[in-house]
Structures are given as structure tokens and as C-alpha cells.
């Protein structure tokens, strides 16, 4: 049923738990765990900020990599550029993936509308199921 399983990471204790998740799901059906960090390029195009932004994506996929390499998955990750649900719902089409699994930060009121919500856009636009786990408040 699901080939290929799509954790979009950020670092976050919200993606990390969604990770754990799809780490099992991903082991119970064999599937390709598949984890992408998309460099929000919203907050700039060039300097200092977008180049930790880099640090912070290659950190994270690596540290995903890691966690699904140890229990026997096969991983791919990949850093893009771009509006982070746009690149997670392109990464979904271009790869045939069959569900994503992604953190949610849980903010409401005006914390929402100021950052809006990646896992929102991503659950109402995606053409395959998404797996929202709610991460820490505090994150």
C-alpha cells in the first residue's frame, strides 16, 4: 500500500516525532523513506541566514537518515529551495510518493496567522494521505 513515505523535516521536536512515526509505518510496509528539507527562500535569497538555513537542512536530514539507515529502511533525502509546501507538494508529484508524515507546531491565533501553517497547506492540497503529528508547544 505505501512504496514510499515522505517525512518533510525542519529539525523540530514536531518533526522529529513525526520521523519516529513514519519510521514505523515505513518499516511495517518495507516502503522507501523518503525525507526532504525545503529552504524557506521567503527569508532571503542570499547571506548569513540562508546559509543556516542550509546548515539547519543538512543537519536534520542527516540526522533522519541516521535514525532510518539503523532500523534497516532505505533513505533518500534531498534539500530543496522554495516555499516549503509548494516544494513538499512538488517533491510528492515528481517522486510518486504515497504518504507524507509531517510535524505540525500546533500554533494558534495570531502565531497562525503570522507564520501560517505549512502542514495546513500541505494537508489541503496534497493528492496523497498526510499524517499530521502535533509536535511540542514549546518548539
Do not use: C, F
Amino acid at each position: 500500500m505505501y512504496n514510499d513515505v515522505l517525512i518533510p523535516t525542519d529539525g523540530s521536536r514536531g518533526a522529529k516525532a513525526a520521523l519516529e512515526h513514519g519510521i514505523e509505518i515505513a518499516s511495517q510496509w518495507d516502503a522507501t523513506l523518503h525525507v526532504l528539507y525545503v529552504v524557506d527562500t521567503r527569508l532571503g535569497r542570499s547571506g548569513p541566514l540562508l546559509e543556516a538555513l542550509r546548515d539547519e537542512g543538512d543537519e536534520a536530514v542527516r540526522d533522519a537518515e541516521v535514525a532510518g539507515t539503523q532500523v534497516g529502511l532505505t533513505v533518500v533525502t534531498e534539500i530543496v529551495e522554495g516555499n516549503p509546501h509548494e516544494g513538499i507538494l512538488a517533491y510528492v508529484s515528481e517522486h510518486g510518493i504515497d504518504m507524507v508524515i509531517m510535524g505540525t507546531h500546533g500554533r494558534t491565533g495570531i502565531d497562525r496567522v503570522v507564520m501560517g501553517s505549512v502542514a495546513e497547506r500541505v494537508v489541503r492540497r496534497s493528492p496523497v494521505p498526510v499524517l499530521t503529528v502535533r509536535g511540542d508547544e514549546r518548539d
